[in-house]
């Protein structure tokens, strides 16, 4: 199959590229991009004329649900959501039913995904069997079956020797740990705590939850030497310990969530269960400096944090909904709108959702790495056409995820999401397409 | 971007377009007007109280469910007394034990109600929020009115303790409240914060240990005191709150003894207060926890007041949201 995308606008932040030209896909790579491509026997040619032509987006935090929370989200439903976002390489958290703790689920979850062609899946796998914070799983053979990294998802190891004993281990091989700087203790509310909170009568979650899970996790990776990726921060102070982390040189990366990038608990209004979110939305100074932290690299990339919830899960009492919300088709126009917001160009918008997620997963992504997130001849042909200039509104019904619960629903947001996607491509081949 | 608008969903949904009262949910956000309406309406009320037949028949043929997804005998007895009163059908039911041990769900519980012709439905619930939920999801004639939602809201006790300040020292506007106890986790705080800064009470004062009085709750407008002494010191209006069971020993208090010691109202430390001060309690009462005996049945107790004005105050409520529509 050769696919011929012609007269775009060429965007590449990794190598600061931004012309008009062409892009010539043929066996699943790029072969020529730039310029007028000439003799070139296209079996399909795609018209990107005042479309931005970028690398396909690379989320690190994606759940889709499978296995064990189908009825919520599914491989096919959710692998469709990362297509009609642009997505083509995602990160999912090991918090399935059961969770990703053996190979062979590992395995399983790879070879569905590979089936549906729809985008690239890389699994973390459980750090502890079950999640349940006392046994260490057998990270070697995960990495194998394809585990990326190991994480805890949301469920903190309470017990520090274990957590010692985790970062030691994987820092034998190597490989890196994905922690959710959260205090076990601490973390039990179902808001941030503060003024809203108190307000509402809530139950909070102060930002000490994070600090202090930092500060131990800091400590320990000094000890160890492990590699870190701190998952979805949420709090200013919590933003300052990561700069000073990163100053020290100690080897961490962080993401934040489009949700804590872009509300604050103020839109909780009056219990409003899309907002019911892990980590909780925090206050104004908090957003002010994740989005700071996110323009001047301390915070590495931008996650849709894509949690697919069913509405029986949401109908009830705040403290009682399930936390999450569907992101994966938010994300390209929410990280537009960042960088809108922030007086950056849009290549740097792209960036935190293309070029930097990749350096951030590091050598786990093996060959890929020099290639995904970015635009390269050679390279693997993942790549995102939209409408930069597109204007619309979130509809929940018009979601292709399961998930219909967003904070950014229009009639509870009146946010405006800036670009459309009109086609992706992963390894190659189109996995999604919309014609206007 | 295109922020500015308040969508639907933003606007307080205790009120319809014209700014009238159709659900009682919370004090917060409720217009200075509104609640003088109520307590005038209660004190109309408090006549029929006295009368030999004590019934209005402002509510005829309509059906009150009492749905206490949380036991509490008092707060239900007082709205049923109050719904029976304005001439209501009454339908009581102690969901706390059937349906959602059975699995059911709240709206579905709701629902299954609102298929019976309810009318009106007075909810407590032990999650905040719960009665907004039901708000949000019953049919448009419904009224709801919330009888005490986790730790957010209690507003009928709320607006009897307000009939209570006002009928014994009239002016808000001059007055020094003093709330003492467990104010993290109380609705009824929270309820009289809101009223009393909507009635214009220049000095709200928050009284008790860091651990149930945290520094958080300045934003809702009160000053924070962790001494009795400096909380009730030329107070007007002293408001005991009930110490829950559960948090007289553990990490919240070490033990209802030390917390009495400390910041139970004693006649001693009543001195402090002004000569005329009234001392007020939402019930039921720990003698010798929160209140000495001494103060509970003294004279600047108000105590028993209360209860009587609730009964009003609950029936104002509910004739009015009846008297409006979404």
Not at chain 1, 328 to 350: C, F, I, V, Y
Not at chain 2, 26 to 53: C, K, W, Y
Not at chain 2, 289 to 309: C, K
Request: charged residues 20%; aromatic residues 4%; negative net charge.
């Amino acid at each position: 199959m050769k696919i011929l995308i012609k007269n775009g606008r060429l965007l590449d932040p990794a190598s600061g590229r931004d012309e008009t030209g062409d892009l010539a896909i043929a066996t699943g790579r790029i072969v020529q991009i730039g310029g007028a491509v000439r003799d070139f026997d296209a079996d399909r040619t795609i018209d990107a004329t005042g479309l931005v032509v970028a690398p396909g987006l690379v989320d690190l935090a994606a759940r889709l649900r499978e296995p064990g929370h189908e009825h919520e989200g599914m491989l096919e439903t959710e692998l469709a959501a990362a297509a009609a976002g642009g997505v083509t390489s995602l990160v999912c958290p090991p918090d399935t039913d059961p969770t990703l703790d053996e190979p062979g689920l590992v395995e399983m979850l790879k070879f569905r995904a590979r089936k549906l062609s729809r985008c690239r899946l890389f699994p973390l796998g459980a750090l502890t069997k079950n999640l349940d914070g006392t046994a260490l799983t057998e990270m070697a053979e995960l990495t194998e079956s394809g585990c990326i990294g190991f994480s805890q998802a949301d469920a903190p190891i309470r017990d520090t020797t274990v957590l010692l004993r985790a970062l030691q281990y994987a820092a034998t091989y190597g490989y890196t740990v994905w922690l959710r700087p959260q205090d076990a203790w601490l973390s039990g509310g179902v808001a941030a705590s503060g003024a809203v909170a108190t307000r509402l009568g809530l139950s909070g979650v102060p930002v000490m939850a994070e600090t202090v899970a930092m500060h131990t996790l800091f400590e320990l990776m000094r000890a160890t030497g492990a590699r870190v990726h701190l998952c979805r921060l949420s709090s200013a102070a919590g933003v300052e310990l990561l700069r000073a982390a990163k100053r020290e040189g100690l080897p961490v990366t962080a993401d934040v969530s489009i949700n804590s990038l872009h509300l604050t608990d103020v839109d909780i209004g009056y219990f409003n269960a899309a907002m019911r979110l892990n980590p909780p939305l925090r206050q104004q100074r908090d957003r002010d400096a994740l989005r700071a932290a996110l323009a001047d690299g301390t915070i590495d990339a931008l996650v849709s944090d894509h949690m697919p919830v069913a509405p029986d899960e949401k109908n009830v009492p705040f403290a009682e909904a399930t936390p999450g919300a569907t992101g994966l088709e938010l994300l390209l126009p929410l990280a537009l709108r960042w960088a809108q917001d922030a007086g950056l160009p849009m290549a740097r918008g792209l960036a935190v959702v293309t070029s930097e997620p990749v350096r951030a997963m590091g050598n786990a992504l093996g060959s890929l790495a020099a290639s995904a997130g970015r635009l390269v001849e050679g390279g693997v042909a993942d790549v995102c056409v939209f409408d930069a200039d597109a204007r619309w509104a979130v509809a929940p019904d018009q979601l292709q995820s399961q998930g219909k619960h967003t904070p950014f629903a229009f009639e509870c947001s009146g946010f405006e999401m800036p670009a459309r996607v009109r086609h992706t491509l992963v390894a190659g081949t189109v996995a999604y397409s919309c014609a206007s | 971007m295109n922020r500015g608008h308040h969508m639907l969903s933003k606007r307080n949904p205790q009120l319809n377009k014209h700014g009238e009262l159709i659900h009682l949910l919370s004090i917060e956000g409720l217009p200075q007007a509104v609640i003088h309406q109520i307590l005038d309406t209660a004190g109309t009320f408090l006549s029929v109280n006295d009368r030999e037949v004590k019934k209005v028949p402002l509510l005829r043929g309509k059906s009150v469910f009492n749905l206490f997804f949380e036991n509490s005998t008092r707060t239900r007895t007082t709205f049923e007394i109050a719904a029976k009163r304005l001439s209501a059908d009454v339908i009581n039911l102690d969901i706390a034990r059937s349906s959602t041990a059975k699995g059911e769900t709240l709206l579905d519980t709701v629902a299954n109600l609102s298929a019976m012709h309810a009318d009106m439905f007075v909810v407590r619930h032990s999650e905040s929020g719960a009665p907004h939920l039901i708000a949000q999801h019953c049919a448009p004639h419904v009224h709801v009115v919330n009888a005490g939602d986790g730790r957010h809201a209690h507003p009928t006790q709320g607006l009897l303790d307000m009939y209570t300040i006002r009928h014994f020292k009239r002016d808000f506007t001059q007055l020094r409240v003093a709330i003492v106890g467990d104010i993290v986790h109380s609705r009824v705080a929270r309820s009289d914060i809101h009223a009393l800064n909507i009635l214009g009470v220049p000095e709200i004062r928050a009284v008790g240990p860091k651990t149930l009085v945290p520094g958080d709750l300045r934003e809702m407008g009160v000053r924070v005191c962790h001494s009795l002494e400096e909380g009730i010191k030329d107070a007007d209006v002293i408001i005991m709150l009930r110490l829950q069971n559960e948090r007289m020993s553990g990490a919240m208090l070490p033990s209802a003894g030390e917390f009495f010691k400390h910041f139970g109202l004693t006649p001693e430390k009543l001195a402090l207060a002004k000569p005329d001060a009234i001392v007020m309690h939402p019930g039921p009462i720990n003698r010798g926890v929160e209140i000495a005996s001494e103060v509970a049945d003294g004279t600047h107790s108000v105590i028993l007041p209360q209860v009587t004005f609730g009964i009003a105050v609950r029936m104002a409520v509910m004739s009015i949201l009846a008297g409006n529509e979404a």
